[in-house]
């Protein structure tokens, strides 16, 4: 990974999904997820190694009408070139812009080592920039029939290895993932 802008950040996506593959319905809405995210399937684990977020606005704007702000006091940067709404208390918020190279370069000069990407369009030009090293998505046991995609088209094929498929006493099931091969990548 020598000689890739950014490359000291390790970018990981987590990630539930209805059956059928989307992270939202076409509103936005999430109301298809177990509250809470349902019985504890690593994302406590998970969130404990990540140093700051990057989210779209879009997404941003969802977990705004959360009764609690899910990301504590770990910085989120929201990709927008729009004015954000203003953040619940404690929220550590910073409007940001750019490609995704350009944000990891960024991150990576402030010392940030681990990186939680999440919201559909983001997910998308992380990985189609080659950014993306670490997949964990977590199927929920429900087919919504649209909405928004986790994946959209890539202009390569984007080779993983898998890690590991758990699955849950509420049907969870959730896959893990290496990025072994990435577009964009020097070989």
């Known amino acids: 990974m020598t000689g890739h802008a950014g490359s000291a950040v390790k970018v990981s996506v987590f990630v539930g999904t ?5 992270i939202a319905r076409v509103d936005g809405a999430l109301d298809f997820l177990p509250p809470g995210g349902g019985e504890p399937h690593g994302y406590e684990e998970f969130m404990a190694t990540v140093d700051a977020l990057v989210i779209g606005r879009k997404t941003y ?6 009764d ?3 990301y504590g006091a770990k910085p989120v940067c929201v990709l927008s070139t729009h ?3 203003p953040a619940p208390a404690g929220a550590v918020i ?5 490609p995704p190279a350009e944000v990891v370069s960024r991150l990576a000069g402030r010392g940030i080592r681990h990186v939680y990407v999440d919201g559909g369009i983001t997910i998308q030009g992380f990985l189609r ?3 993306v090293q670490r997949l964990v998505i977590t199927r929920v046991p429900v087919l919504v029939g649209s909405g928004i995609p986790l994946f959209g088209a890539i202009p390569h094929d984007i080779a ?5 498929t758990r699955t849950y006493a509420s049907g969870l099931v959730q896959s893990e993932y ?7 990548r020097d070989r």
């Open 129 to 131: 920039a080659g950014l």
């Open 83 to 85: 004015p954000l709404a």
């Open 94 to 98: 910073e409007p940001m812009s750019g």
């Open 18 to 22: 209805s059956l059928d593959g989307f």
């Open 178 to 184: 290496e990025v072994v091969a990435q577009p964009g």
């Open 68 to 70: 609690t702000w899910p």
């Open 61 to 66: 704007e969802t977990v705004l009408a959360f």
């Open 160 to 164: 993983l290895r898998h890690v590991a």
